[in-house]
């Protein structure tokens, strides 16, 4: 099993910064993926950032140049820049991990941490 631990969110005004973190940590050979995804009640969950091994990270349209994610062995950072209220959610940790017994790696979640941006 893999537990991603979530930190890092609040209330700030539009304009304002918010750092996220999550750590993985559990039984997993290695954790090939990792990123952010968020929510608002009644909309589809929105990817935001994710980093992959290796590979450059991959950022939603919609916080292209305000957000960086970054990667420290088995803890992900989102730096959120210039919030706008729009940026209201629940922000989400998703690790996809090498485990013992599968032979394709499985999808972990947080629970969830929510970032709420006042105008």
């Known amino acids: 099993q893999v537990q991603l631990v979530e930190s890092g969110g609040g209330l700030v005004q539009a304009g304002g910064s918010l750092r996220l973190s999550c750590a993985a940590s559990g039984n997993f050979f290695s954790i090939t993926r990792m990123g952010w995804y968020r929510q608002t009640p009644g909309k589809q969950r929105e990817l935001v950032a994710i980093?992959?091994?290796?590979?450059s990270p991959n950022y939603g349209d919609s916080v292209k140049g305000r957000f960086t994610i970054s990667r420290d062995k088995n803890t992900v950072y989102l730096q959120m820049n210039s919030l706008k209220p729009e940026d209201t959610a629940v922000y989400s940790c998703?690790?996809?991990?090498?485990?013992?017994?599968?032979?394709?790696?499985?999808?972990?979640w947080g629970q969830g941490t929510q970032v709420t941006v006042s105008s």
């Open positions: 998703n690790g996809l991990a090498r485990i013992r017994y599968y032979n394709s790696p499985v999808d972990y």
């Open positions: 980093i992959i091994s290796g590979g």
